[in-house]
């Protein structure tokens, strides 16, 4: 136990120790009037946390709630397309066009178009969230379902096992890791399609307290909303990170070659 | 009853457009309860000769029973078993959950419990144990062990120790003899070392390649059980000869049909 404490000390102090060191030289800076007033100092943008601090929660729950769902959308999408594709090889093609021109559509222009359709609440925020992390969705399910190596599928045959059997036994565990390495892309891709949507229109949301306090020069709240905005991309990566070490450690796996 | 009978036996198998005769023309029979070993040259469709047996792929021509049935009723009805040559475990399953698989799959219970059949292989202890934390020996074991579990009448093997050790490869092979005696099952064995196969085979059949035929067989009348010491025989270094001749006597002749490539 305590080594395993030291070992965690060892590899956390050196990125703390530096990330620290920076706040403290942009702090001095700004108090020596160095920086442009855009940029606060740290102190100020931690004290805005404590005076804002529920304002920021009344706004990031919905944006939490987009994401999530956004994330679960492109899933779903991507498990049937990648289900496909894997099946029926000549689909494989088309399916992955059909990512890549999701993948290249720019969201800030289209955000504006969807509006007319489905307004500026809610839908909107799902709909780009989904559509900016659907591609490495896409890839990393690809990949997986074919992860299943050649005498594994071979032995299935032998043993006569069924349609079901194969993808309960076979299929799935061995996508699994490289569905992880997916999701671990598309957690933060998906945090930022919410904020640009938000950006267009929302009545909560943390992209539009974003633009309010940009608005009002307020920036100490614009540096407080970016944290926090960075926090729920590191928090998605660092969950799925976090299943996929535990699912690794107990199949006795190593990690996906991506 | 569950001997194996091969009869006319081709496989083509399509490679861009071009059509390329694995197997010409196998004619092999294996008696119930004999143990078969299939050597020659890589290329000479050995490996693909046992995945037709196991109806892996349909032969292009002529007719396979299995116990006088074809390969696919044998397949579904769980008789056959087979070793790779990677052990090809599931890594996230222990070593009692991957021989317990073909049972799941079939939702039979067996006479013997996958208990047994790790003890049978030598690996009680490691029941619980993952595949990583096993040597290329065991896992190997754990491969033999699920081929048996459903007390296959057919037990197919594609060079299950090929990338094994020689020391270990012997001793594997002393105690694949022991557990085939006991099982009591058809053997097939697919090896490309003289030695083995004069070892463990009552009858060694031996392939030429390009395309796919059978080039000659030795029978092997050692006693069993057969013991390491017995390699040291003359009569086994005879017999390893006489495979050793049909062997190379086909590679000869097939030198001497094309001269550009015997220079070449």
């Given at each position: 136990m305590a080594k395993w404490l030291r070992d965690r000390v060892a590899a956390v102090w050196p990125p703390t120790a530096a990330l620290l060191g920076l706040l403290a030289l942009l702090e001095i800076a700004v108090a020596l009037g160095w920086t442009p007033i855009t940029i606060p100092a740290p102190s100020g943008v931690a004290m805005e946390f404590g005076q804002s601090g529920a304002d920021l929660a009344y706004h990031i729950v919905p944006s939490i709630l987009a994401t999530v769902a956004g994330l679960a959308i492109a899933a779903a999408l991507a498990a049937i397309l990648a289900g496909i594709g894997a099946s029926w090889r000549r689909a494989n093609g088309p399916v992955m066009t059909f990512g890549v021109l999701v993948d290249s559509t720019p969201l800030i222009a289209v955000a504006p178009i969807l509006i007319v359709f489905v307004g500026g609440g809610m839908t909107l925020h799902i709909i780009v969230s989904a559509t900016a992390c659907f591609f490495p969705l896409l890839i990393g399910m690809t990949r997986g379902f074919r992860a299943v190596e050649g005498t594994a599928d071979e032995l299935f045959h032998v043993l006569a096992a069924s349609r079901w059997q194969r993808l309960v036994k076979l299929a799935l565990p061995s996508a699994l890791p490289y569905i992880f390495s997916g999701f671990k892309i598309a957690a933060p891709l998906a945090v930022l399609g919410t904020l640009i949507a938000e950006w267009m229109g929302a009545e909560r949301g943390v992209g539009i307290m974003m633009i309010y306090a940009m608005f009002s020069f307020n920036a100490p709240q614009v540096w407080m909303t970016i944290v926090a905005v960075c926090l729920m991309a590191i928090g998605g990566y660092g969950a799925f990170a976090l299943v996929e070490r535990i699912y690794l450690r107990w199949a006795g796996l190593e990690e996906a070659p991506t | 009853m569950t001997g194996i009978d091969i009869r006319g036996v081709t496989k083509r198998f399509d490679l861009d457009g071009r059509s390329l005769t694995a197997l010409d023309g196998i004619d092999l029979s294996v008696p119930e309860g004999s143990f078969a070993a299939l050597i020659g040259p890589s290329g000479c469709g050995k490996s693909t000769l046992l995945r037709l047996i196991a109806d892996v792929f349909a032969p292009s021509e002529g007719a396979i029973a299995v116990g006088g049935r074809p390969p696919k009723a044998a397949r579904l009805n769980h008789e056959i078993g087979f070793v790779f040559q990677a052990a090809t475990l599931l890594p996230w399953r222990t070593v009692r959950e991957n021989v317990a698989l073909p049972i799941e799959i079939a939702g039979v219970t067996p006479r013997r419990s996958p208990e047994a059949l790790i003890r049978l292989v030598g690996?009680?202890?490691?029941?619980?144990?993952?595949?990583?934390?096993?040597s290329g020996g065991m896992q190997q074991r754990v491969a033999i062990a699920r081929a048996l579990v459903l007390e296959p009448k057919v037990l197919l093997m594609d060079e299950p120790f090929g990338a094994l050790d020689e020391i270990t490869r012997q001793r594997m092979n002393v105690e694949l003899l022991r557990i085939w005696r006991e099982s009591g099952t058809t053997a097939i064995l697919v090896t490309h070392t003289i030695s083995e196969a004069v070892f463990m085979a009552d009858r060694v059949h031996v392939l030429s390649a390009n395309p796919g035929r059978v080039a000659g067989v030795v029978d092997v009348d050692l006693p069993r059980p057969?013991?390491?010491?017995?390699?040291?025989s003359p009569r086994f270094n005879a017999l390893e000869n006489a495979v050793r001749q049909v062997l190379f006597d086909d590679d000869e002749t097939e030198a001497d049909s094309t001269p550009e490539r015997a220079h070449g």
């Open positions: - | 690996l009680q202890g490691f029941e619980e144990a993952k595949p990583a934390q096993l057969r013991s390491i010491d017995l390699m040291k």
